[in-house]
């Protein structure tokens, strides 16, 4: 038992002691590396712009939309508002990218080794590998790509997640999604595939939760026919629809029974 414990103690002694050794060659690079100095010095004249994150999350609550819209969709959807945002971005990390070039440029100028100071009896290999480890940490890395990832999420009422689907987009793929929404007519959009993604990303915003508290409103009545839910299949209907441009508000949508939201659905066609 006592050699035990006389182990832990020299071991605890040695680590102890390389921490202190550890620390007095920190402390000496930190103090007297002129690379170091140099470093500072260059980092002060260089400023880049922060990263932004402009990535997507989304939680639905209702299976079916999870399963029927893709990263892409809920992308498009959100650039519609996004896109000014995207633009100054970009627009900054590229002017990240110009600058970090001449950034390294002049880092890599850094000369290793030389310390204002003498290094007595420290060892030089030892001070080089502290030095240059804390140098690579000194070194600035500014965000120089743009890029969106979007994450969907599916979960129960309760919000327990149990799915989900991620995917990257790089500026090439966001700039060709912001272009095809441009090709518009009034609120409209002439790109067939933008507009059913757009179209499906506003149907899914009708969560399970927003429906119960629209059934709730609606007092579980058919607000065309006044059928309670005790005799009738109750739906949410978006009163102007959504392929005419209606959005999934609560003032947008209402109960009705499913005899009526098919009686309307066929009078929206003649
Ligand atoms: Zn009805």
């Given at each position: 038992?006592?050699?035990?414990?006389?182990?832990?103690?020299?071991?605890?002694?040695?680590?102890?002691?390389?921490?202190?050794?550890?620390?007095?060659?920190?402390?000496?690079?930190?103090?007297?590396?002129?690379?170091?100095?140099?470093?500072?010095?260059?980092?002060?004249?260089?400023?880049?712009?922060?990263?932004?994150?402009?990535?997507?999350?989304?939680?639905?609550?209702?299976?079916?939309?999870?399963?029927?819209?893709?990263?892409?969709?809920?992308?498009?959807?959100?650039?519609?508002?996004?896109?000014?945002?995207?633009?100054?971005?970009?627009?900054?990390?590229?002017?990240?990218?110009?600058?970090?070039?001449?950034?390294?440029?002049?880092?890599?100028?850094?000369?290793?080794?030389?310390?204002?100071?003498?290094?007595?009896?420290?060892?030089?290999?030892?001070?080089?590998?502290?030095?240059?480890?804390?140098?690579?940490?000194?070194?600035?890395?500014?965000?120089?790509?743009?890029?969106?990832?979007?994450?969907?999420?599916?979960?129960?009422?309760?919000?327990?997640i149990y799915d989900s689907k991620m995917q990257n987009f790089c500026v090439e793929e966001i700039f060709s999604f912001i272009n095809r929404l441009k090709n518009k007519s009034g609120t409209f959009y002439n790109d067939r595939d933008i507009w059913n993604s757009?179209?499906?990303?506003?149907?899914?915003?009708?969560?399970?939760?927003?429906?119960?508290?629209?059934?709730?409103?609606?007092?579980?009545?058919?607000?065309?026919?006044?059928?309670?839910?005790?005799?009738?299949?109750?739906?949410?209907?978006?009163?102007?629809?959504?392929?005419?441009?209606?959005?999934?508000?609560?003032?947008?949508?209402?109960?009705?029974?499913?005899?009526?939201?098919?009686?309307?659905?066929?009078?929206?066609?003649?």
């Amino acid at each position: 038992m006592l050699e035990l414990i006389a182990i832990a103690f020299i071991i605890f002694l040695v680590l102890y002691i390389q921490q202190v050794v550890q620390q007095k060659y920190t402390d000496f690079v930190n103090q007297n590396s002129i690379a170091l100095k140099k470093l500072l010095e260059i980092n002060q004249r260089y400023v880049f712009y922060p990263y932004i994150d402009l990535n997507q999350t989304h939680t639905y609550d209702n299976e079916k939309f999870y399963d029927n819209i893709s990263c892409s969709d809920y992308l498009i959807y959100q650039l519609q508002y996004l896109s000014p945002k995207v633009f100054d971005q970009v627009k900054k990390v590229d002017s990240n990218k110009q600058k970090y070039q001449n950034y390294l440029c002049e880092v890599e100028t850094i000369q290793f080794g030389q310390f204002q100071c003498p290094i007595g009896k420290l060892k030089l290999d030892k001070l080089l590998n502290i030095e240059k480890n804390i140098v690579n940490k000194t070194v600035q890395t500014p965000v120089t790509q743009f890029n969106i990832t979007v994450t969907l999420y599916c979960s129960k009422i309760n919000g327990r997640i149990y799915d989900s689907k991620m995917q990257n987009f790089c500026v090439e793929e966001i700039f060709s999604f912001i272009n095809r929404l441009k090709n518009k007519s009034g609120t409209f959009y002439n790109d067939r595939d933008i507009w059913n993604s757009l179209c499906r990303v506003e149907r899914g915003k009708v969560s399970n939760k927003m429906r119960f508290s629209i059934y709730e409103r609606d007092g579980y009545r058919c607000r065309r026919c006044g059928v309670s839910e005790r005799y009738a299949t109750l739906e949410i209907d978006h009163i102007i629809p959504i392929s005419k441009g209606g959005k999934s508000t609560y003032e947008n949508l209402q109960t009705l029974c499913r005899k009526c939201n098919y009686e309307k659905g066929n009078k929206r066609y003649y």
